[in-house]
C-alpha cells in the first residue's frame, strides 16, 4: 500500500477539500473518527482542514495515520469499514458522512470501483464548488502532455477529468484525437517492428546481407532510430572478418558441449561464457549456462538432503533406534545407490538387526534347554545354559536362579561322592586286580566323556561315550548321555533351522515391502510433496509449483498439495508489479512481438518472477523468451513442450538469478516462435517481497 502515491497523483481528484460543508471541514469530527479507530476517514477530514487553514497544524496526525496504513492488513480492515460505515450512512440520509466514507475508500484503493459509483450516487446531496477548480486543474496537465507528446499520459489525466464530468465533450475529444495520432504511430511502429525482428532473424541465421537491407528500411522509416544504426555498423563488421569470428565461436560452443558431456560444468561454463563474449546475442550458450546453474542447484539441494539423510542416520544408531536407521539408509541408497557410506552403514543396521533377532532366538533355546536340565537335575548344563541366556539378556530373577543352582550342584556332589565310596567299599569284596583290568578303558571312555560334556563338546563326547559302550554294551550311563546329546544336537538344529528361516522370512518381507513401495503411488507423491514443500519455504515458489503442479497433474485428489499449490498461486496474484499482456495475442510462427515495461528499481528486482499463461495454437511450437536493454537482446529463456495435454500452460521463471537480468536494465520482451504458433493469454513480471 502505498499512501503517498494515492494522495498525491490518483487521488488528486478524489482528496478535494469541501470547506462549506460542515462535517468534511470539522476538527471534532476528525477526532472523533480518529478516536473510534476510523483512521482514514479521519485523514481524509484532517486533510480538509489542513488545506483551509494552510498550515501544518495536523501533519504530525496526518503522518502518523499515513504510516499506521502502511500494514496491509490494517488498510484492508479500514477499507471494509469506509464502505460498510459509507453503506449505513447512507440509509440514515447522511451523506456528508457517507461522502467521507467514500472518499475515504479511494485513498486505500483508487481503483475501487464501488466508492466511486456510490459518490456519483450521492453527489447531488453534496455542494462541491472545488469540483469545477480540481477539473480545471487536471484538464491543464492533461493539456500539458498533450502538448509535450506524452500521450499515454495524457489520456491518462483525460480520464481522470471525466470522472469529475462524465462523457465532457473537450476530454472525450482530446482523447479520440490523441488515440488516432497513437494509431498512426502504431502502423509505422508495426511496420518497423516487422522489418527488425526480419532483420534479426536473418542475422541470426548468419543471412547477413539480407539482414543489412531490412535494417536499412527499418532506418528509413525512423531514421533518428539507434538501434538499426548499431546492427548495421554490427554487420560491416562481422562482414569483415566473418570467417574467424564463426570459427572462433563455434569452436568455444563445441568445446563446451564436449565438456557439457563429460560432466566438466565448471569448463563448459568458461567455454559457453567465451562463446557469449563472442556473439552476446546467441541463445544456445545463454540457454546451457542457465542449464548448469540450475544442474549446481540440483546438486546443492541433493547434497543438502543428503547430509539431512546422514544425520539422521548416525542420531538413530547413536539412540539405537536400528529400525528409523535403516530406513533412512534405504532412503539415501535411493538417491546414491553406490554409496560405500551407505552400504556399509546397511551392512551394520542389518547385522545389528539380525544379530538382535538371533540373540531373541537363542535366549529363548537357551532358557528352555536349562529348562529341561534342571527338570532333569542336570544342574552344571542347566547352570550352563542359564549363563549363557544371561549374557543375552539381564535379569535379576535369572541371577539369583543361577546362584541357587550353586547350591544344588554342590549338594549333588556330595552326594555323588557318598555313592562313590559306597561303592567302593562293595568292590572290595571283588578281585580288584581283575576289575580295575577290564574296567579302565571303559572308565577311561566315560571320563573323557564326562569332561568333553561339561565343556560342551559333545562331537568329542560322544565319541568317548560311544566308545564306553562298545567296550561294554548295554551300560546304561553312556546310553542314556549319547541320548542327552542326540537330543542336544536336535535342538541345536532346531535353532539354527529357527534362526534361518527367521532370517530368510525378514528379508523376504523387507524386500516385499521394499518393491510394493515402489509400486506406491503416494511413495513417489512424498518424495516430490516433500521436494515441494522444501522450495516452499526457501520462497523459490516457481521451482515448489512445478512440484506440486506435477502431483496434481496426476492426483488431484491430493489435498496437501493442492493446499500449497492454491497458497503459491495467491502470492503470486497479489505481487503483480507489470503487467505486460493481460489479454490473449497470438505469436505466429517465425514471428515477434514486443511486450515494453518500465524498468525495474533495485528492490523490484528482488525476489522477481515472469510468469507466463500460454497454450499451442498450431504445430508444435517453441517459444523464445528475449530479455532486450535498448533493442539490444541480453539473453532469455526458451519454453518447450507448451501443451502437456492441458489447454494451457502457465510458467513462472525465477529472474532474480539471472546475471543478465539484474546486470542490464531490461526494460521490453521480444517474444519467438519457432515450429509453430502459439497464443499467450498473459505476461507478468511478479516480485514477492
Known sequence: MKIRYCITVVCAFFAITLYSQTKLTDVSVA?????????????????????????????????????????????NEQFQNCIISGNSAIKNNDYELAYICFKAALILKPEANFPKNKLADISPHIKDPSIEKEYQRIVKIADDYYGEQEYDLAIKMYKEALFIKTADAYCTGKITEIEAIQS??????????????????????????????????????????????????????VLSDISATKQAFADAVSNGDRAFNNEQYEQAKNFYTEALTIDPTAQYPTTMLATIQNIYKQQNAKEDEILVIRNKIYSAIEAKQYNIALSHVQTGLRMLPTDEEFISQRSLVDSIIMQRKLNDINYDNYMSNADEYYSQKEY??????????????????????????????????????????T???????????????????????????????????????????????????????????IA???????????????????????EDKEREEYFEKLKTPAVVTAATYDEGVRYFNQKRYDLAYDKFDAILSKYP????SGAYYDSILTIFNNNTLRLLQAEPVIIQENRGKVFSFNKLNGDELENSYLAVVVKKFEGEPR???????????????????????????????????????????????????????????????????
Open 557 to 560: 485428489e491430493h489435498a496437501a
Open 380 to 421: 552344571e548344563m542347566a547352570k550352563y545354559h542359564y549363563t549363557k541366556a544371561l549374557e543375552l539378556k539381564y535379569s535379576h530373577n535369572l541371577e539369583s536362579k543361577i546362584n541357587n543352582l550353586d547350591t544344588l550342584i554342590f549338594k549333588a556332589n556330595q552326594e555323588k561322592i557318598v555313592a562313590a565310596k
Open 623 to 689: 517459444l523464445y523468451i528475449n530479455f532486450c536493454h535498448d533493442k539490444n537482446k541480453m539473453g532469455g529463456v526458451v519454453l518447450k513442450d507448451i501443451v502437456e495435454n492441458r489447454a494451457e500452460r502457465a510458467v513462472y521463471i525465477y529472474l532474480s538469478d539471472k546475471i543478465y537480468w539484474r546486470r542490464d536494465e531490461i526494460n521490453y520482451l521480444l517474444l519467438l516462435a519457432e515450429s509453430g504458433s502459439c497464443e499467450v493469454v498473459r505476461i507478468e513480471i511478479i516480485s514477492v517481497k
Open 184 to 237: 498512426k504511430e502504431l502502423e509505422n511502429k508495426k511496420l518497423y517492428d516487422d522489418y527488425i525482428f526480419n532483420a534479426d532473424r536473418l542475422m541470426q541465421n548468419a543471412d547477413y546481407e539480407s539482414a543489412k537491407a531490412e535494417y536499412q528500411k527499418a532506418l528509413d522509416l525512423f531514421p533518428r532510430e539507434a538501434y538499426p544504426k548499431q546492427k548495421l555498423a554490427e554487420i560491416n563488421s
Open 423 to 481: 561303592k567302593v567299599e562293595k568292590e572290595k569284596t571283588q578281585d580288584v586286580t581283575t576289575t580295575e583290568k577290564s574296567d579302565k578303558p571303559y572308565k577311561d571312555a566315560v571320563k573323557k566323556g564326562d569332561a568333553n560334556y561339561k565343556k560342551g563338546r559333545y562331537e568329542v563326547a560322544r565319541d568317548n561315550y560311544s566308545l564306553a559302550l562298545k567296550l561294554q554294551p548295554g551300560e546304561e550311563y553312556p546310553q542314556s548321555r
Open 484 to 506: 542327552s546329546i542326540d537330543s542336544i544336537f536336535a535342538r541345536q538344529q532346531k535353532v539354527e533351522d529357527s534362526i534361518a528361516l527367521a532370517k530368510k522370512e525378514a
Open 31 to 75: 477526532d472523533n473518527l480518529y478516536k473510534t479507530g476510523q483512521y482514514v476517514q479521519a485523514l481524509f477530514v484532517y486533510q480538509n482542514i489542513e488545506t483551509e487553514n494552510g498550515g501544518n497544524q495536523y501533519d504530525k496526525r496526518i503522518k502518523e495515520i499515513e504510516k499506521m496504513l502502511k500494514d496491509e492488513t490494517l488498510a
